[in-house]
């Protein structure tokens, strides 16, 4: 009768300790399915987030006194002000000519995509009471498989343009017809001083893959790019 007593007993205990691991791995088991739930939701927040922004990006960086401010919008009345716009995507272009734009790309308003290349207008107003001078900066948020090799960049100010380019890839300096990128990062940047109460300033900026790049070749299919552009007060 002890023997038994002894065997029922170890026969519990042993069961015990099972279920406790089991517990235990069950525990362990729904922490990480939960934490791999956790993951994916970031991580689609993030892809929808990073969708939304657009491809082209405009913003204005704040300044701390009141008498001096800057406002953006895509139409000249300034009807909707903001400090933030987002260009509406292109989602699949292919390589064209700069020859094959078209010539009234600086006079319409806001998104004005083509067949094959992003346009986007906008207006920058000194909303503030007093005179300023600020910084302007176009870089590259984003690029894959090199698209930025055989990308044209056209930024309009006030009706007049310059295209900008990646540095000839042998070296040789620009591209036919443009201006080099500043940096590997860094399109272009400038600065306007006297911009007074209410003055505007209009910009446009046209994207495109230069199909008569050299650098224009088959393994920039898939690729992609996010420009950004930002204004700031300097004073």
């Not at 939304?52 to 990006?57: I, L």
């Not at 300044?63 to 009345?77: E, V």
Request: aromatic share 10%; hydrophobic share 40%; net charge negative.
């Amino acid at each position: 009768m002890a023997e038994r007593a002894e065997k029922k007993s170890t026969l519990i205990l042993r069961s015990a300790t099972e279920v406790k691991k089991y517990t235990v791995r069950q525990k362990i088991m729904r922490t990480a399915i939960a934490a791999m739930i956790i993951l994916a939701i970031i991580i689609y927040l993030i892809s929808v987030l990073y969708t939304k922004t657009g491809s082209f990006t405009v913003s204005i960086n704040k300044f701390d006194a009141t008498q001096y401010a800057l406002t953006l919008s895509d139409t000249r009345d300034f009807y909707t002000q903001t400090a933030l716009l987002n260009a509406e995507i292109s989602k699949e272009i292919t390589n064209i000519s700069e020859s094959w734009l078209p010539a009234d790309l600086d006079n319409i308003d806001g998104a004005h995509n083509g067949d094959n290349y992003v346009a986007y207008t906008f207006y920058l107003k000194n909303a503030g009471e007093g005179t300023v001078e600020y910084n302007y900066q176009m870089y590259i948020v984003n690029i894959v498989n090199d698209l930025d090799e055989a990308i044209r960049i056209r930024l309009y100010i006030d009706g007049v343009y310059t295209n900008f380019a990646r540095t000839a890839t042998d070296g040789s300096g620009a591209e036919p017809g443009t201006t080099e990128f500043l940096t590997e990062r860094i399109i272009t940047q400038g600065q306007r001083g006297n911009f007074g109460p209410n003055d505007v300033t209009k910009f446009t900026v046209v994207i495109w893959i230069e199909g008569d790049d050299p650098d224009c070749l088959d393994d920039l299919i898939g690729g992609e790019l996010k420009v950004a552009m930002d204004f700031d007060i300097v004073k």
